[in-house]
């Protein structure tokens, strides 16, 4: 028997077998919706690549073979943690799904607002569907594990925030040689933050000698939204070695150095300056960028350099209606200070933001059986590789190995390889159940840093200050 | 007694509707207000703690400061407002080609939901992107950066709410000018009386009542803006145009501090009727009393 044959003969089978799988799957879907025929599902979540994928895709899909109708309500960061927080603190039970950001779990969690979806399915066996399987999730997943070990949100989008660089702009021998001229250093995607400014000033300075539209960095610095606490708090304060926030959860919430937090060290007033001094250097509009506004600073390619989410890579990279920089977008790690990369590969620390979000069932919604089977849907190894190259995120490991998100890591410049192999060394938000509370308490001051009206070592002194005032208040540190 | 009956029948409808959409939610702010509040708190129960939320209020620098801007903000654009709508309504008097498209243009902001208006706003603003920027630098070489400057900032919400709300203004004096009896101004005319001496004299006495009832619902209108602020500047830069309502969103929804917020939402209603009450004693009772 030639291989050949040999081949196609398990290729027919596996085909075959594939097939069986799929119908068998559609016959579960559409016996476990004949008992929901008229129920109309809900969620609210914020209007992003991978959520519209659901609103846009999967929900039709979903409606299609169990005749269970889908509204995904896609909304603003601010206005759907807004309806959601409201809907299940009153009770009201208007949705029956909700984004949960990993930063908010634990709130939600400590308020009991989420359905233990691992013992709902353990109780309920003809809920279970045949292609859904906990233990397919990437450790991403354990974010959204209660105390026991249960899942309380079907993960659906994962992604690091990622240093974005144009290649055109650093493969061009006359920006090379410029940039060799006037440093004396070759242009390289940076690794330090000394690098990484001598990278941004110079491409500053070249947009302004040839009058282009052209800075050395995105700054995502808004003056009036948590956006910019954010890249600061998530983003660039670790790069320094400040983790959680500066705040120590192990000795009694102390956030100033005084009483053993970092919030104010030195390394977190080097981490200020230094992405002040970025902001300043940064397209104009960086003082009014959240993260949407950065990567389309980034698409328009009005920056040689920046961090960027990583769910915006993949139309960056890919989709010539929106983005000026397809084909010319490569991705490295973020620029460290010496000993954070050890630190990180040690588990004592993180190199970035590791960000990401599931769907959850409140307690709340009045069909949570039906809500039960679209989070299943969602959650299935089958609909990833399709959501995968549509928006870059990973929450299934095998997802990597697919051919389709392969060639869209190569579009990528290696990118969902990153994800792969150095994920482990970002975080996601530290588990504080106080995360909003906290954050619109010192907001304000940052804010005030942001626009000069306090410098940044005070503004700093009086953010930890606060913060351990806030959390006396709160009743979390005593 | 039996029409008095029917009055009461016919009028419960909406007493019923005002009590549990107005009132009963009232009432339970004022309760709110009196806890301490916060569901993401380690206790994340009501407790009851007299009044130390209204004694916070007083000393909340934060609060005092949101109190100085929304007063400058409510002054300037509804005097702002106010003028330029009588000098429209003034204008939509008279017979003009292209009137009717004008008065129709004039009118589209009014029926935009304020997110919408943050929105535009927003687009034509952005620093370096955004056609107020570009146009105000290529004209006059001046740099719009409300994410930057706070008088920048503060002077573009005043006018995206001049933008958004001087039609009102301009068809609530349209129709109390169109209402205006012609004889007084045909006598002033034959007593020789100027244009001023008319509308100081004349036409003003007359329209007082329609100025005034506007500049009430302008003022309350104002003193609660929220919605289109959140979207162009989200508060900022900094604290610059944090308003009442903008400081009262942050507080009670991001922050969750339901018995603080509710102590503020009760503080700010009391001022806006102070306010009113204080336009209405120097403005309207002198004139009923002479009357």
Known sequence: MSFAFRLGVSALALSIAAGSAFAQDDDFWAKAGEKFQGVTLRGVTEATPPSNYISDV??????????????????????????????????????????????????????????????????????????????????????????????????????????????????????????????????????????????????????????????????????????????????????????????????????????????????????????????????????????????????????????????????????????????????????????????AEAGDGYIGYYDGGAFGLPVTSKNQDAALLFLQYIGQESVQPGWAVAAPRITHTATYDDPGVQEMNDELGGYYDMLREDGKLFAGAPPYPFHAQLREAIAPIFYDILTGKIDPDSGLDQMAEKTEQELTDLGYRQ | MHSNKLGWLLLAPTLLVLFFFGVLPFIYVVYVSFHQWNPFAVNPDMVFNWAENYRRVVFDTQFLASLGVTAAFVFFAVISELILGYLLAQAFMKDFPGKAIFRTIHTLPLIMAPIIVGSIWKLMTTPSIGIIPNLLDSWFGYDLNIGQSAIAAFITTVVMDIWHWTPLVTLTLIAALVSLPPDPFEQAQIDGANKRQIFWHITLPMIRPAILATVFIRLMDALRTVDEVLMLTGGGPGSATRYVGVHIFKEVFPRTNYGYGSAISVIVLYLTIVVCWLLYVGLIAPRNKKG
Not at chain 1, 72 to 83: A, G, P, V
Not at chain 1, 156 to 171: C, G, H, P, Q, S
């Open chain 1, 58 to 343: 999967l929900a039709p899909e979903f409606e299609e073979k169990t005749g269970i109708r889908v509204e995904i309500e896609t909304t603003s960061w601010d206005q759907m943690y807004d309806k959601a927080i409201k809907d299940m603190e009153a009770g009201t039970g208007i949705y029956d799904m909700v984004y949960i950001e990993q930063d908010i779990v634990y709130a939600y969690l400590a308020r009991n607002f989420l359905v233990d979806v691992t013992k709902s399915l353990a109780d309920n066996p003809d809920l279970k569907a045949p292609g859904f399987d906990e233990a397919a999730f990437t450790t991403f997943a354990d974010y959204f594990r209660g105390e026991n070990g249960d899942l309380y949100g079907i993960p659906m989008e994962a992604f690091i925030k990622i240093y974005l660089y144009r290649t055109d702009l650093f493969n061009d021998p006359e920006v090379q040689a410029a940039f060799k001229e006037a440093t004396g250093n070759e242009l390289k995607p940076a690794t330090t933050h000394e690098e990484y400014t001598q990278i941004a000033e110079f491409f500053t300075k070249w947009g302004e000698d040839h009058d282009m539209d052209l800075w050395g960095t995105t700054a995502q610095a808004h003056t009036g939204h948590p956006a910019s606490w954010y890249e600061y708090v998530e983003t660039v304060a670790p790069t320094f070695g400040v983790y959680g926030w500066g705040i120590d959860p192990d000795n009694n919430y102390a956030a100033t150095v005084e009483n053993g937090g970092t919030m104010n060290s030195d390394k977190a007033k080097a981490a200020l300056k230094w992405w002040l001094h970025m902001r300043d250097i940064a397209p104009p509009e960086s003082v009014q960028s959240t993260w949407t506004e950065v990567a389309t600073t980034f698409a328009a390619g009005r920056a040689a350099q920046g961090l960027v989410y990583g769910e915006n890579a993949a139309w960056i990279a890919s989709d010539d209606s929106k983005s000026r920089v397809v084909g010319n977008v490569g991705v490295a790690l973020p620029p460290l200070e010496d000993g954070v990369m050890a630190e």
